[in-house]
């Protein structure tokens, strides 16, 4: 469990509120506004209402506590990067902010954010592969040229086993589980036989997979 310091509650700072509470994480919420703060009370261990930017009320909060701090102010780019630059001079550990174009990454980087998140591209990128394909359900960017897939088995596949396929050399992917209602299964040997109501997670270069994707 690690302690978390999250400024800045409009739509991604709540859904990342909510995520860190499933993961069972500690998370003082704060933002300048009153009903944001109080929307968000159910969802975190505690939250105040407050101007990152005021150096008093930063230093107040105590940030070199927290394992980590977030920036998740999206609509005011001065306070954030003012909020990030206060962080780290109050010897925040680590600092991850929010960023909507490259040069906001850049200056944020410049003044104290150890890294930095873009919600809206990571979001459209994922979008843009998951639905421009008619079988990919899931989509993890590992590296720019590598990336993990889940996928419906093949109906070419069905009924035959991974050795039977030959999948690493003939398809240069690695299947590294498989999903059958509802259950994981990882690692699957190479006896396992692939049903039709089964989905397949591949690893693999982009090309690679993509060549897959489109048999």
């Known amino acids: 469990m690690k302690s978390v310091l999250l400024i800045g509650l409009g739509r991604f700072g709540r859904h990342m509120a909510q995520k860190l509470r499933e993961l069972r994480h500690e998370v003082l919420a704060v933002d300048r506004d009153e009903q944001r703060v109080n929307d968000i009370l159910p969802l975190v261990t505690n939250a105040q209402i407050g101007d990152s930017t005021n150096e008093q009320f930063i230093a107040s909060l105590g940030v070199r506590n927290f394992d980590l701090c977030v920036v998740a102010i999206g609509d005011d780019f001065?306070?954030?990067l003012e909020t990030t630059a206060l962080l780290k001079e109050h010897g925040a550990p680590f600092v991850l902010s929010r960023a909507a174009r490259d040069v906001h990454a850049k200056f944020l980087l410049r003044n104290g954010?150890?890294?930095?998140i873009y919600p809206e591209r990571q979001m459209a990128?994922?979008?843009?592969?998951?639905y421009s394909a008619d079988h990919i359900f899931d989509y993890i960017e590992l590296t720019d040229d590598h990336s993990i897939f889940e996928t419906a088995v093949p109906a070419s596949?069905?009924?035959k086993t991974i050795?039977?396929?030959?999948?690493?050399?003939?398809y240069h992917i690695n299947v590294l589980a498989t999903k059958h209602d509802g259950k994981?299964?990882?690692?699957?040997?190479?006896?396992?036989c692939f049903q039709a109501d089964e989905t397949i997670f591949i690893l693999g270069s982009n090309r690679d997979a993509q060549r897959f994707l489109n048999l």
């Open 78 to 80: 001065q306070s954030s």
């Open 113 to 116: 954010a150890d890294d930095v």
């Open 184 to 192: 994981l299964e990882p690692l699957p040997g190479p006896a396992h």
């Open 157 to 159: 596949w069905v009924g």
């Open 125 to 130: 990128s994922w979008a843009a592969v998951r």
């Open 163 to 170: 050795v039977e396929l030959a999948v690493r050399q003939k």
